[in-house]
């Protein structure tokens, strides 16, 4: 890859060729994929990505940890659209919003992004089998993605995985491991069984090629957005991988002279699960919490991508805001109806978050804001029901109709 230095230590600085099995570095730290940004400034031109008829992530290849002759992955991952959301941003009381839909991706969600780098990776390495754990979604986009590429799966979720994800799951053919136990519970069992049968690892923690898939959403922003920068990016944390992700997308364009300056992000984390928003309110570092949110794409406790994440919300001088199990269930209906944007717990965050801070002025009312939905709502649709309540049941009767409509201050004439 002529376009990559190297991986290296986001702790120790200690630098590795960029192999396609790269993991963490000796000291446990993560890595950091490293770019030689003057080769890709030779190569790589607005005109020339404005010409390119390429609608997936892969349309950023030489800003992609990829060699020239891997193949783009079966999918149509990522471009996924950019909505304007004026309505909504009238009512927050701010200048200009967008919605950026990722779960319109094939297999519902922005971890498609990853788990289809995950695979051109491990199609590089030579390897048959991906493995990882996941809350879910990272599961479900692994399974689909490898599918489509002809590889064998081993999954590992926690056994709250919601029933939708698990679905995805056993039709794309994983082998699925429900774990009686916490998300730390389900990766440490994992990270066993992957060192034992040397599969392909896929785990956010380990891999540090995910991140370099996931931030490709902040890629199509900016290039949907025609290189304006926002004021703000609001998006839901779970891990860390995937706000970690975005932020150095963004880097990369700086660097690149793609964007001529970067916007401060907006780290959204569910009140009962928060350690990274925590650590950045505290000042100090990170400590594992429980996982108490019906949002379980984000609810880790013990965040693996944590150091990479913490550096992106201070180095985008970013604003941190825990939001209730209630105020989430409340954005995923606001979405709806304002929007037509249908998300799931953890996907709708982000626009939680950003409607709480716009509710205590943190956020000022000229700012232009994107807010990233990571996930659909069909992943989850008890907790959608719950959010939006019960349809209507009655007979086929008009007078059942009449008061029915009457009970629920319906007025069908308006």
Known sequence: MRNVICGRCVKCGREYEAVPNLTNCACGGILDIIYDYDYIKSHFTKQ??????????WRYRELLPVEPDTPDTPLRVGWSPLYEADRLAKQLGIAKLWIKDDGLNP??????????MAVAKAKEAGADVIACSSTGNAASSLAGNAAAAGLKTFIFVPSRAPKGKVAQLMTFGATVISVQGSYEDTFELSKQAIDKWGWYNRNAAINPYLSEGKKTVGLEIMEQLSWQV??????????GCTIAGLWKGLKDLYAIGFIDRLPRLISAQAEGCHPINRAIETGEPWYPMEENTLADSIAVG?????????????????????????????????????????????????AAGLKKLC??????KDAKVV???????????????????EPISIPSDMDRLLEAFAQRNIHPEA
């Open 48 to 57: 020339t990505l404005a010409e390119r008829n390429n609608p997936t992530m």
């Open 107 to 116: 297999t519902a969600s922005l971890k498609d992004r990853a788990s289809a």
């Open 230 to 239: 926002p004021d703000y990016i609001a998006i839901s944390v779970g891990d």
């Open 302 to 350: 013990v965040p693996r991508n944590a150091d990479k994440a913490l550096m992106a919300i201070r180095e985008s001088d970013g604003l941190v805001v825990n939001v209730t199990d209630e105020e989430i269930m409340a954005a995923q209906k606001l979405l709806g109806t304002t929007c037509g944007v249908f998300g799931e717990p953890a996907g709708v965050t982000g």
């Open 359 to 364: 509710e205590q002025g943190r956020i000022p």
């Open 371 to 389: 807010s990233v939905v990571t996930g659909n709502g069909l992943k989850d649709v008890a907790n959608a029901i719950k959010a939006c309540g």
